[in-house]
């Protein structure tokens, strides 16, 4: 098996392969970063961890892919710790070959796995396709070492074939939601190879040298680039954030360009104690709402405004902090921590960056709203629709919401409404009604 490390760039859809309950639960288990221990303890205790009362747990190769960067061959043996953990590891960090992984690799969004979708089902274990299988990962990782883009096709073709063989559900679940065999099929007869992130659903991988319309690349994290990547320093962004606006979520977009943000967010009676009254959302909504926008990584709540920052200690951190809250007491503490002050001007948190469109897979899923305040109930709506496929929402012009609320709506413009929805990571499309 061949598993890579990825810099979380983007808010994958859960229950789509991409480990995105392993990545919540290592948040959860090390909200300051991860401690320094060996790094086979530290999947151990991920594991088990996640998998506390599971009947079907999640692979090895989950927290494997999150904990060891680079891209590793994992050589599972059942008399080796009842297969649970890799008998023999094979990594490589070589930034030319990752770079053109990431060129080869084309991810396109096509849906979830369903609701009730049991991973090991039916089964198959024929000794002669496990063999199969077993080889067509490892000529998977040679072709990888040998950036050999039609022999990384095949052995991703190969695999794909065994995979069913062996769970006959990998393509067919039982509430087959897309006709993946004929998807995978078609774009394996198009492209070099092609298979599924996981099986029952989630996203279709495609590896060609040219262009794959509505595809994104991969980002790969290498071993050089430390625990969360040299490039990507963690980001602090505090607050109540009790009111999510526009100015809020640009905040949040600018500071997730400088590297993963985490968001410490100020309890319920933090914010008393703050302001003297009560928020008007509780923390866990807030806590929430704030997960669900694409540009954040983690978000932990603090019981005193003063903890904020008191445990960020690492010196590469930086403190992204909105024009209208600067001070220079929180200036004096960064000197004093050696942590990064960085201030967003307040003017350029209300220029709006343009929203790219995405050519939407099949199938997907239509919805349509004013969204002239967004709030936690419109996010858990855009969560379960997800389910059922991509997402695409429809946000009224600014004349029908005029027409429908009267004087003073909206309260933003289509073009705010539509940014702000798109920000929500279940959203993959969201487009402006033009009646």
Known sequence: MVVVSLRPTVRFIERSGIATSTRAVANRLWPEGLPDRPRDDLVRELYYEENRDRDEPSGSQDMIGILQPGISWLDYDFTHEGGIFPAHVETGNDAEVASWLEQVVHILPVAPRPPGYETLGEQNLDPEWIRRLGRSGYACFEAVLDRDTEALGASVNESTTCLEAIFPATLRPPALIVDWPTIVGEVQERYAGSTMSASGGGYL???????????????????????????????????????????????????????????????????????????????????????????????????????????????????????????????????????????????????????????????????????????????????????????????????????????????????????????????????????
């Open 205 to 435: 991988f495609v590896i060609s040298d040219g262009t794959v319309p509505g595809s994104f690349h991969p980002s790969i994290r290498l071993a050089s680039e430390g625990a969360r990547g040299a490039d990507m320093p963690d980001v602090l962004v505090t607050g109540a954030f009790d009111d999510l606006r526009l100015r809020d979520v640009r905040l949040l977009h600018e500071a997730s360009r400088l590297g993963p943000v985490h968001v410490r967010l100020a309890s319920d009676d933090a914010g008393r104690s703050e302001t003297g009254a009560s928020p008007q959302c509780p923390q866990e909504e807030r806590r929430y709402l704030l997960e669900s926008i694409q540009y954040v990584d983690r978000v932990s709540i603090v019981e005193r405004a003063s903890e904020a920052v008191a445990s960020a200690l690492d010196p590469g951190t930086i403190w992204v902090v909105p024009e209208w809250e600067d001070a220079a007491a929180k200036r004096t503490l960064c000197e004093r921590k050696r942590l990064t002050y960085q201030v967003a001007s307040q003017s350029g948190l209300y220029e709006l960056p343009s929203v790219e469109s995405t050519a939407l897979p099949t199938p997907s899923v239509l919805v349509s709203g004013r969204y002239d305040w967004l709030h936690s109930g419109h996010v858990r709506f855009f969560e379960e629709a997800s389910s059922f496929g991509s997402l695409c929402v429809t946000v009224d012009n600014d004349e029908s919401v005029s027409e429908f609320k009267g004087p003073g709506h909206p309260m933003q413009s289509q073009h705010e409404r539509r940014y702000m929805v798109s920000s929500v990571r279940f959203v993959t499309e969201c487009l402006v009604s033009t009646g």
